[in-house]
């Protein structure tokens, strides 16, 4: 998908500059990684995927609060951020990545999360978090 056609489908909308909710996106997210790390503890990877995706989820809408852009699709806040942050577009896909993951967890009916994967996508959500957090 292209960013045009996220804006001409109303999936994406400009709006105002939201400082305040990038600061509250900011905070959420730091939440839901605490909350994927008791999840790794207790062998809930399953959650972990879940809460990991949800975090990059919050952090990059935090970008696009700053920008005074509204998302209305998941799937157009990559899109989004490889065109308006090219320096991100490893972190872009790497939220497109854990996006369609989080997908296949919650909907497919035969997958099982390990803990390996599990601690690796709370690497890419703190890595990701830390990465946004610079240019917030």
């Given at each position: 998908?292209?960013?045009?056609?996220?804006?001409?489908?109303?999936?994406?909308?400009?709006?105002?500059?939201?400082?305040?909710?990038?600061?509250?996106?900011?905070i959420q997210d730091r939440k839901n990684i605490?909350?994927?790390?008791?999840?790794?503890?207790?062998?809930?990877?399953?959650?972990?995927?879940?809460?990991?995706?949800?975090?990059?989820?919050?952090?990059?809408?935090?970008?696009?609060?700053?920008?005074?852009?509204?998302?209305?699709?998941?799937?157009?806040?990559?899109?989004?951020?490889?065109?308006?942050?090219?320096?991100?577009?490893?972190?872009?896909?790497?939220?497109?990545a854990y996006r369609m993951f989080r997908h296949?967890?919650?909907?497919?009916?035969?997958?099982?999360?390990?803990?390996?994967?599990?601690?690796e996508a709370i690497e890419a959500a703190e890595?990701?978090?830390?990465?946004?957090?610079?240019?917030?």
């Amino acid at each position: 998908m292209k960013l045009q056609d996220c804006y001409s489908q109303g999936l994406l909308k400009k709006t105002k500059p939201d400082p305040e909710n990038a600061k509250r996106s900011i905070i959420q997210d730091r939440k839901n990684i605490y909350d994927a790390v008791k999840n790794l503890e207790i062998e809930c990877y399953n959650v972990v995927i879940i809460l990991c995706y949800t975090s990059m989820f919050h952090t990059a809408r935090a970008l696009l609060f700053k920008d005074g852009v509204k998302e209305r699709s998941h799937l157009c806040i990559p899109v989004y951020l490889k065109l308006k942050y090219p320096d991100l577009i490893k972190f872009a896909n790497t939220l497109d990545a854990y996006r369609m993951f989080r997908h296949r967890t919650i909907y497919a009916i035969e997958i099982t999360i390990d803990k390996y994967e599990a601690e690796e996508a709370i690497e890419a959500a703190e890595e990701f978090v830390d990465k946004i957090d610079e240019i917030l």
